[in-house]
Nanobody, 129 residues
């Protein structure tokens, strides 16, 4: 399966921005047909879907959790096999460990952790008020 490595986390003040990256290596033979997503997990809370993306030689599909719509943008650079999450107007409640995930094919629009089998190790995002 795919191996994923996140980077770009850090500590920012509320209202600030961060851009997370996730390099997808040892991808399935047809990388272009893959679902990619970002999740986050705060201490004591369940893992939460943040955004997902599916691209298959046509119009890309993106989906967002209501809590991040208008503030976060998921994108990818296929030539670099890299997934991004641009996070703007960060809030203290965005503080969490952020994970990228991958699954061959199209898993649908729901951003659920049980749909993805390949995961990165996570990168910490801390937003102070």
């Amino acid at each position: 399966g795919a191996q994923l490595m996140e980077s770009g986390g850090g500590s920012v003040q509320a209202g600030g921005s961060l851009k997370l990256s996730c390099v997808v290596s040892r991808e399935p033979s047809n990388y272009r047909t893959i679902s990619l997503a970002w999740f986050r997990q705060a201490p004591g809370k369940e893992r939460e879907g943040v955004a997902s993306l599916y691209s298959d030689d046509g119009d890309g599909k993106t989906f967002y959790a209501d809590s991040v719509k208008g503030r976060f943008t998921i994108s990818q650079d296929e030539s670099k096999k890299t997934l991004y999450l641009q996070m703007n107007n960060l809030k203290p409640e965005d503080t969490a460990m952020y994970y990228c995930a991958a699954e061959p094919g199209w898993v649908g629009g729901a951003i659920r952790s049980n749909l993805y089998r390949s995961w990165g190790q996570g990168t910490q995002v801390t937003v102070s008020s």
